[in-house]
């Protein structure tokens, strides 16, 4: 970490000119603060890893370029995307890495000794970073925090979030061209379903089903439970969970009777090494995927539900919850609840566009797979 600590160092100095011609500019972050800063910032961290999911699509050519620090979550939670960006950007092993902040073990002399301009956080880390006074540390150092959010109400705060790191970053076209693309694509679901205005089958969303031996993890009306309203369906947990995340038994599982189960996975061996997780992703083995999600409904929670019955079980990338890439998982659910509406939609297609037009790395299938798949 030294070695870092001191390249971190010697790149402050460096950038010791452009950081003069920078001028003051103030922003009002997605908590509604207002954050005065020298932009374009040359020099960020990342208080998660996984906010290189929205730098890279504002610079996908070089997305490390100004990342000087960030939290080491990435490869543990999709190190399947974080191998393919490490294959094409192998300069990520050199940044140096923090610990988080909510768990209290961000540090921040190390912080300071890389000379950021800014620190983009995630808003979920606000009240712990209020806690350990973190916020007033940094500011006493000049170095502000930028909130932004991704997760706790994506459909609501991805799109700011983009135009803020847009604006911040000096790259405000790119944000704005992926937020045309991703308000177009969101569109081809919401207006029909607002136009055909269908019956809304039930749907249980399993978080990281399989994760662990607790059952069941869910939603409540945003995310992944948004997802599902925006789709045409009617979540099961809506109503019960008031926040983003929590719990229902499996009582209230089987008593709701669901239509569609839609389990939320990824590749955790890093935190549960050989799990019954569902590891659908970048070019994911759907074979294995397909029978640890038949392995899931015979947990208690599924026993007698009209999903297993029918069939219409389906795992999806657990990391849609955690990324500006949402409205493919909101077509792809959209095809599951209505397939006779979205005949013509093809969300494979408009994840490789995706990738095609914004993202620095290939496009490879595996997102999701159902029971029912041929």
């Not at 902040?101 to 209020?130: I, W």
């Not at 549960?272 to 640890?292: I, N, Q, T, Y």
């Not at 007698?304 to 029918?310: L, P």
């Not at 500006?324 to 297609?349: G, N």
Request: aromatic content about 10%.
């Amino acid at each position: 970490m030294r070695t870092h600590l001191l390249k971190g160092l010697a790149g402050a100095a460096a950038l010791g000119c452009a950081a003069a011609q920078a001028a003051p500019v103030e922003v009002v972050d997605i908590t509604g603060r207002e954050v005065t800063f020298d932009a374009p910032a040359e020099r960020v961290i990342l208080g998660e890893g996984r906010q290189i999911y929205l730098l890279g699509l504002l610079e996908p050519e070089a997305p490390f370029t100004h990342v000087v620090g960030w939290r080491e979550d990435f490869p543990q939670a999709d190190p399947d995307n974080y191998a393919r960006y490490a294959e094409r950007f192998p300069e990520i092993a050199d940044i140096p890495t923090f610990g988080g902040f909510k768990d209290g073990t961000f540090d921040v002399e190390q912080a300071a000794s890389l000379s950021p301009d800014v620190v983009f956080m995630n808003l979920e880390a606000k009240a712990a970073t209020e806690d350990a006074a973190y916020d007033d540390k940094l500011a006493k150092l000049g170095i502000p925090i930028v909130y932004v959010d991704f997760r706790e109400d994506p459909i609501a705060h991805t799109i700011p979030s983009m135009r803020l790191m847009g604006q911040i970053m000096d790259d405000e076209d790119a944000a704005e061209a992926f937020i045309d693309f991703a308000e177009a694509q969101l569109a081809r679901v919401t207006d029909v379903i607002e136009r055909e205005d269908p019956e809304r089958p039930s749907v249980f969303i399993d978080r990281a089903g399989g994760y662990s031996d607790e059952c069941c993890m869910s939603f409540g009306p945003a995310n992944f439970g948004e997802y599902v309203t925006l789709a045409g369906g009617a979540n099961i947990a809506d109503g019960i969970i008031p926040g983003t995340f929590g719990v229902l038994n499996p009582e209230q599982i089987i008593a709701a009777d669901p239509a569609h189960v839609i389990v939320t996975g990824g590749n955790w061996d890093a935190y549960v090494p050989g799990g019954d997780w569902v590891g659908v992703g970048p070019g994911a083995d759907l074979e294995v995927a397909r029978a640890k999600l038949e392995g899931l409904t015979e947990r208690t929670a599924m026993t007698g539900i009209q999903a297993v019955a029918e069939g219409n079980v389906h795992a999806i990338w657990h990391q849609f919850y955690n990324s500006p890439y949402y409205f493919v998982a909101i077509q792809q659910i959209a095809k599951w609840l209505h397939p006779e509406l979205f005949e013509d939609l093809d969300p494979e297609e408009t994840m490789r566009e995706l990738h095609e037009r914004f993202l620095p790395i290939e496009f490879e299938s595996g997102y999701w797979i159902s029971l029912d798949d041929e």
